[in-house]
């Protein structure tokens, strides 16, 4: 049985954190944790994409990132936004994969120097079970599991979808152009704004169809 501790010494666990940088400071404030889970969601066309390479990039300042895009593969949409946000600046702390499946990546995961950063886009389309899910985070508890999700309305596509988000440290909903942060990390407004032309268009649409309503 293991021991109990009492909450002096739960005060001096040392906890794995990241500096977060200003962009983001707003939405999570100034430090997440470095291993665990983030499970981004949200619709098509609401700019989650650019949310999840603009998180992959302040990773890739901290250490090596892994994207598993099995979503959009190396499609131009793909290559549109790895070039929008400069990715190619990060060199080689920023990897692409667009072929991976549970087993690889476990083996990929299990070398030496293997990617401290993970993200998988999206769990739908990978397969991504939640027993799945659980195993690699049991067999990887140093590493950062980036998960991205479609949508079902307005939550997770599917079961094991939601409850991967139940699980997250860090949850970050992604709507008009916007990262509102629901998880255990919320900055000083909780929200970070992706694009600021096309979220001021979204959002004023939204206050007139209701205003309409």
């Known amino acids: 049985m293991k021991r109990s501790i009492s909450a002096g010494q739960v005060l001096c666990v040392r906890n794995r954190t990241l500096p977060v940088t200003e962009e983001w400071q707003d939405c999570l404030g100034e430090e997440i944790a470095r291993n665990g889970t983030v499970f981004f969601w949200g619709g098509s066309g609401n700019g989650k994409s650019t949310a999840v390479m603009s998180f992959a990039k302040m990773l890739a300042s901290f250490g090596r990132v892994l994207y ?5 593969g ?9 070039a929008r946000l400069g990715m190619a600046d990060c060199g080689a702390a920023f ?3 667009d072929e991976e499946t549970v087993e690889t990546l476990t083996e990929r995961l299990s070398k030496p120097k293997s990617p401290e950063f993970v993200i998988i886009d999206s769990v739908q389309v990978m397969g991504l079970s939640y027993q799945a899910f659980r195993g690699l985070k049991e ?9 991205v999700s479609q949508v079902d309305g307005k939550q997770p596509d599917g079961r094991g979808a939601k409850k991967m988000m139940y699980d997250a440290d860090l949850k970050l909903w992604v709507e008009g152009h916007t ?3 629901k998880g255990r990390f919320i900055g000083r407004t909780g929200t970070f704004v992706i694009w600021q032309e096309g979220a001021d268009r979204y959002w004023r649409g939204k206050e ?3 205003e309409n309503d």
């Open 139 to 147: 067999r990887f508890p140093r590493k950062l599991f980036v998960l």
């Open 179 to 181: 990262v509102f942060s």
């Open 95 to 97: 990897q692409v994969i």
């Open 74 to 82: 190396f499609s131009v949409s793909f290559q549109n936004t790895v």
């Open 208 to 210: 007139n169809t209701q």
């Open 68 to 72: 598993v895009s099995r979503e959009e």
